[in-house]
């Protein structure tokens, strides 16, 4: 199957400061990617729709000026968690469709401290 | 809009016996529904899935799922429970945008 390669899998932050990840198609091109997130012991939300080499779409209730998505491949996106507070603490999952199939990234573990 | 819901946020089963967990689905369309699990600080692993083939699905690790429209359900099933099926499962639907929706989840404790 397809593989998806998230990157960190997981990062330690002061709050106030950025943090990037990374999501790459590593055997197929993807025009879209999704990024999600998940809270502890809750299940994953949408929090937008990464488009190659257009704005991203987010969803209601997410802020795009601070989880700025750049899809500038057709082979990554990058998630970039700007001026980061505990409360952005999370795991933050991407995924690529490929034929019809969600292949979802390893996941990153952010801690904001 | 389409959306799936899990009944039961945590299960227990004994090992050896038969493993149910719920999910049932709202969609105005012929939807396209998936089972996935997850262990902790880990991604999905995708179980099975149902692309209006055959009602009856068949995933990896013996887990079968059933496509019921009358029921508007697609309940995930494993006869026989190992210890190692311990671990966090979802019920997701593909939407018309390709995004995933998911339940809320399901977890899965197997007792020795």
């Known amino acids: 199957g397809a593989v998806v390669s998230q990157h960190p899998s997981w990062v330690i932050c002061k709050s106030g400061t950025s943090v990037k990840i990374e999501c790459r198609s590593l055997d197929f091109q993807a025009t879209t990617m999704f990024w999600y997130r998940q809270f502890p012991k809750q299940s994953l939300m949408l929090m937008a729709t990464s488009n190659e080499g257009s704005k991203a779409t987010y969803e209601q209730g997410v802020e795009k000026d601070k989880f700025l998505i750049n899809h500038a491949s057709l082979t990554l996106s990058t998630l970039t968690v700007t001026s980061a507070h505990p409360e952005d603490s999370s795991f933050y999952i991407c995924?690529?469709?490929?034929?019809?199939?969600?292949?979802f990234g390893q996941g990153t573990r952010l801690t904001v401290v | 809009a389409q959306s799936v819901t899990q009944l039961g946020s945590h299960v227990s089963v004994s090992e050896g016996a038969l493993v149910l967990l719920r999910c049932n689905y709202s969609?105005?369309?012929?939807?396209?529904l998936f089972w996935y699990v997850q262990y902790p600080n880990q991604g999905l692993q995708l179980l099975l899935k149902?692309?209006?083939?055959?009602?009856l699905v068949k995933g990896i690790n013996g887990f079968e799922a059933e496509f019921k429209k009358s029921e508007t359900s697609f309940h995930l099933t494993k006869p026989s429970a190992h210890m190692s099926d311990a671990a966090e499962y979802f019920c997701?639907?593909?939407?018309?945008?390709?995004?995933?929706?998911f339940g809320a989840g399901t977890r899965l404790t197997v007792k020795p």
């Open positions: 995924s690529a469709t490929l034929h019809g199939e969600a292949f």
């Open positions: 997701a639907v593909r939407t018309n945008n390709n995004d995933m929706r």
């Open positions: 149902y692309t209006s083939a055959a009602t």
């Open positions: 969609s105005s369309v012929p939807p396209y």
